[in-house]
């Protein structure tokens, strides 16, 4: 189980069909309609208990449930080893709204339960397969593994992005080790000193891409 923060999220797991143990509200506070047992709490508990230092004034326990891969993917993002919570939840709101099958996270990367990523994901979480996966199954599900980096590959505009694909963007201080079983490499050309592009950003430039291409065909 796993805690969801303030009425939007709530409403939007309920529709997605997400099993909500029960909502906890704040007094006077106003619960999500249809969407468990409602408890209210004692003035005060909320805050102590939410893990936002002006959280929302209601609160509600989800029941997590396995996601598996779409059958034929023909594009997904991955995530190898990552670490911070928003970035996690950032990527897997991008990757839903530029039209993903799935999110993939390696061994090693925050936990998508975590609330950080909940919060950040804006619902996206309770929409898209979000699994952990080793990058053998990703492959032996017919994609072409293209890894991202801030040195090496070919631009990524300049990359044919139509094929089936799935894009892995690397851990915040290391990106995707040198050598990753990947199938090839890709890059945000970027003027300017800055070393490279934050992962989340990155992955989301890319998925806009692939879905910018597979709309002109």
Same mark, same amino acid.
């Given at each position: 189980m796993f805690v969801v923060e303030?009425?939007?999220? %709530?409403?939007? #797991?309920? @529709? /997605? !069909?997400?099993?909500?143990?029960?909502?906890y509200v704040a007094p006077g506070a106003v619960c999500?309609?249809?969407?468990?047992?409602?408890?209210e709490l004692a003035p005060n508990v909320i805050e102590r208990v939410a893990s936002t230092e002006a959280p929302q004034p209601v609160l509600a326990v989800v029941?997590?449930?396995?996601?598996?891969m779409p059958s034929h993917p023909t594009f997904v993002v991955v995530g190898d080893r990552l670490a911070d919570p928003g970035n996690a939840g950032t990527? %897997?709101?991008? #990757?839903? @709204? /530029? !039209?993903?099958?799935?999110?993939?996270?390696t061994a090693g990367s925050v936990d998508v339960y975590n609330p950080k990523v909940v919060r950040a994901s804006?619902?996206?979480?309770?929409?898209?397969p979000v699994l952990q996966l080793e990058l053998d199954a990703l492959r032996s599900a017919g994609l072409t593994l293209l890894a991202t980096s801030s040195h090496r590959g070919a631009a990524y505009t300049d990359t044919d992005l139509r094929q089936p694909v799935a894009l892995m963007v690397g851990n915040e201080a290391h990106g995707v080790a040198d050598d990753a079983p990947v199938d090839g490499w890709i890059t945000i050309p970027h003027a300017g000193a800055a070393e490279s592009l934050n992962v989340a950003m990155a992955a989301t430039v890319?998925?806009?891409?692939?879905?910018r291409q597979r709309r002109q065909g």
């Open positions: 303030g009425a939007s999220l %709530i409403a939007q #797991a309920a @529709a /997605a !069909g997400w099993q909500i143990e029960g909502q999500v309609p249809g969407a468990g047992d409602v408890f029941s997590q449930r396995p996601s598996a990527i %897997i709101r991008s #990757a839903e @709204a /530029a !039209g993903a099958d799935a999110v993939v996270f804006a619902g996206s979480l309770f929409r898209i890319i998925a806009f891409e692939v879905a």
